[in-house]
């Protein structure tokens, strides 16, 4: 935090650097009492806001997304700038991530309190600088090589990398090295940075730019991880399909017209189902919490979905409605079939024609081939 003393942030951008502003203000404010609002309307946060404080506590109200309001956008900046002199100056008013474009919102905060503005995606040729930068203010130097090989590991052939990627695995190789300095080539490979988060989140891009063998070089990856082939599969054709039924009902609801307001709160309607048990024995049950169903998918999730994030471009514009169609297709049968009893051997071949599938190198029909033929 800033030595100023400010009772009103801004925060935007990668989340780790977010975090770490948030956590000063935490620790700035000892013994305070503090308000999280995941989701909330701006008529209840400004009550609370404004609630006076009987036994003088000093209270942080945390606002992780944008305030839901039943006004015109004009008029809920206008409210959003008259509440912010109000704010009790023993309080802070910490809105982490909120998505607004309005100059006059973050023009007032600027004025009264502090704006963070943290990268999101940092350029390939900025890479190196920065992971080296990141080892030193973790008190610990790179050497050149495995500052190279780290690069091209989190890179992967993209133009640029997110930052939370590269904070996490930044964070994962100093927790390994301990109280030792100086980080080598061969601390990089005894890291285990290949995790199903990992691979999943770097899975969607490559398949989205069809980059195939990178997809399927991944994929081995995975399968060195992994303790249960056919469970570890499962999951992760599980989360595909889940993607990817995202993306088909977008791909839709955009072709006919529908506005992203309009298909974003249909789609929430759409409830999580868990499943208890394995094959036939298997139940599916919605998830639910505090007596209400909880949605399979996030607003931002959907959003960012359809509109792309700071360093990418929106995943439905890689596809055709008739690729994403085929994709569920294929995904709900082999799922089907791998959750029977088969050979790691045919399970691993059968994820690989799923790739080569969506990634266009081969048709649908000879993939189902594969995994619906008996032996």
Not at 74 to 95: E, G, R, S
Not at 110 to 125: L, M, N, P, R, Y
Not at 292 to 320: C, D, Q, W
């Amino acid at each position: 935090m800033s030595k100023q003393k400010v009772n009103i942030c801004l925060l935007s951008g990668n989340y780790f650097q977010r975090k770490s502003v948030i956590n000063s203000i935490k620790e700035s404010i000892p013994g305070h009492i503090l308000y999280v609002y995941d989701e909330v309307d701006f008529e209840d946060l400004r009550a609370k806001v404004l609630e006076n404080s009987f036994f003088e506590e000093r209270r942080i109200f945390l606002v992780n997304s944008t305030p839901t309001h039943k006004w015109t956008s004009q008029k809920f900046i206008k409210n959003f700038i008259d509440l912010l002199p109000k704010v009790n100056q023993n309080d802070v008013l910490v809105l982490n991530n909120i998505k607004t474009s309005s100059k006059k919102l973050i023009d007032a905060i600027s004025k009264i309190g502090k704006v963070f503005e943290f990268e999101t995606a940092i350029q390939k040729k900025n890479i190196d600088n920065f992971i080296i930068n990141l080892f030193k203010k973790n008190e610990k130097n790179i050497e050149n090589d495995a500052v190279k090989i780290l690069s091209s590991i989190l890179s992967n052939n993209s133009s640029s990398v997110s930052a939370d990627k590269i904070f996490i695995y930044v964070e994962k190789i100093c927790n390994f090295m301990g109280n030792r300095k100086n980080v080598k080539l061969e601390d990089i490979y005894k890291v285990d940075i290949f995790d199903n988060e990992f691979v999943i989140w770097n899975l969607f891009e490559l398949l989205d730019s069809k980059k195939v063998l990178e997809s399927l070089k991944l994929i081995n990856l995975f399968y060195t991880q992994s303790k249960n082939i056919n469970a570890d599969t499962a999951n992760l054709i599980s989360i595909l399909l889940w993607r990817y039924r995202l993306l088909y009902m977008l791909k839709d609801g955009t072709e006919k017209g529908v506005g992203d307001e309009s298909l974003a709160n249909a789609i929430m309607n759409i409830s999580k189902l868990n499943m208890d048990g394995s094959g036939s024995a298997s139940v599916f049950n919605f998830e639910q919490k505090d007596g209400h169903n909880v949605p399979a998918y996030t607003e931002k999730y959907i959003m960012m979905s359809l509109r792309g994030n700071y360093y990418s471009k929106s995943p439905i514009s890689f596809y055709s409605i008739q690729e994403l169609l085929g994709a569920v297709y294929i995904l709900q049968d082999c799922i089907f079939y791998i959750r029977s009893d088969m050979s790691d051997v045919k399970i691993k071949l059968i994820l690989n024609c799923v790739i080569m599938a969506i990634c266009k190198k081969i048709k649908y029909k000879d993939c189902r081939k594969v995994y619906s033929c008996e032996h």
